[in-house]
């Protein structure tokens, strides 16, 4: 098999560092809606690359979120300038298709002549000129960690934190059953290089701003479970998003409350957002369960057991489209066991 020729094999780890020692400006992106790992990815790479003497941009097209501006170095993440920036390569990471990195942010990297794409997503289709996908990997920021450790490429402070904190991030707390002996060793090496352990965690998950209790105590009031207990589901309309002067990164990581309910197999988040769409965000417990496949039927994608869709609304019609595709592949499951 030959590797040039088939677009959908993955870039080698050199092929990658060829391309990053051989050019001197970068635009990393990551998806809209940011989360620890896509901004955690942005910072890795990003001050390795820096650390290399490059000239490095990092854009997002909804800028850094409050929940994440603890990070070390986290001032560089820029919303996205008005017109095209003048760099030789654009890097997208963690991003499952190329719109979710948000208009405003491809107009910023539409100048660039090669594009990377670095992602654990199993629905992406390899959008880049050069792709390392790797959906075993619990988290961008682990393939990172892979990536600059075997290219012995410079590993800063700055991207020690971000790599942690974005799998962190992603495997809920090391406990997904993503995380691997890899992950852990990887983790151990950062404590190694330098890690303070107990003050990221606590910058990481002990800091909540008090409207995302009051999101929370919102949300259990709209809590519903099917007769069967195997599928539950909350819901925050805009109402609620306005009252409590909600920000988008509020409701991160709230769905794993109802994940953790004993029987439940499927939990789904339903959110009305500002344009009139609707987010549904999905986990599931077991890999019978796919949500990513349930996502995809509507246009939405992510990994087996967590997945997300963007439709359109209004929110009780999505709610019922996505119900009734669950109970469907719930009910299967049953006559398959
Ligand atoms: P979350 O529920 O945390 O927003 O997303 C869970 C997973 O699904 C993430 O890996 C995310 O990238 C993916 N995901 C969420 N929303 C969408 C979407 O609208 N489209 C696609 N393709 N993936 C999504
Ligand atoms: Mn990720």
């Known amino acids: 098999m030959s590797e ?20 001197q400006s970068f635009v990393l992106i990551s998806h809209v809606r940011p989360d620890g790992d896509a901004i955690g990815s942005q910072l890795a790479l990003g001050f390795s690359l820096k650390a290399m003497g490059k000239s490095v941009r990092l854009i997002n097209e909804d800028g850094l979120p409050e929940n994440l501006a603890f990070l070390p170095g986290s001032e560089f993440i820029e919303s996205p300038p008005a017109g095209p920036l003048d760099v030789e390569v654009a890097i997208a990471l963690d991003t499952a298709t190329k719109p979710r990195l948000g208009d405003a942010a491809l ?10 794409n670095i992602d654990h997503h199993i629905s992406n289709p390899k959008y880049g000129d050069l792709n390392l996908i790797d959906a075993t990997s619990p988290a961008t920021g682990e393939i990172l960690y892979d990536l600059i450790t075997a290219l012995d490429l410079p590993l800063p402070d700055e991207t020690r934190d971000a790599i942690y904190v974005a799998v962190s991030t992603d495997t809920g707390s090391f406990q997904y059953p993503s995380t691997t002996a890899r992950t852990y060793e990887m983790a151990a090496d950062l404590v190694r290089r330098g890690l303070d352990v107990g003050t990221i965690n ?12 009051e999101l929370m105590r919102a949300l259990l009031n709209t809590l519903e479970r099917s007769p069967d207990g195997i599928v539950a589901h909350w819901e925050l309309r805009e109402e609620t998003r306005l009252d409590l002067a909600l920000r988008p990164e509020d409701s991160e990581g709230l769905i794993d409350v109802i994940r953790a309910i004993r029987g439940v197999r499927l ?7 500002p344009d009139g769409k609707v987010r549904v965000s999905m986990r599931s417990k077991d890999r019978e ?6 996502a995809s039927a509507f246009g939405g994608g992510g990994h087996a057991l967590a997945a997300g869709i963007r439709m359109k609304g209004p929110l009780d019609e999505a709610k019922a489209l996505v119900l009734t595709a669950i109970r469907e592949r719930v009910e299967e ?5």
């Open 4 to 23: 040039t020729t088939d677009t959908h094999a993955n870039a080698t780890f050199e092929q990658i560092g060829e391309v990053l020692r051989s050019h």
């Open 107 to 116: 107009h910023a990297a539409s100048k660039a002549k090669l594009w990377l």
């Open 202 to 213: 606590s910058l990481t998950y002990d800091e909540n701003p008090y409207r995302r209790l």
């Open 267 to 273: 939990a789904v988040f339903f959110e009305e957002l």
């Open 289 to 294: 369960l796919d949500v990513c496949k349930i």
């Open 333 to 337: 499951t049953r006559k398959q066991s």
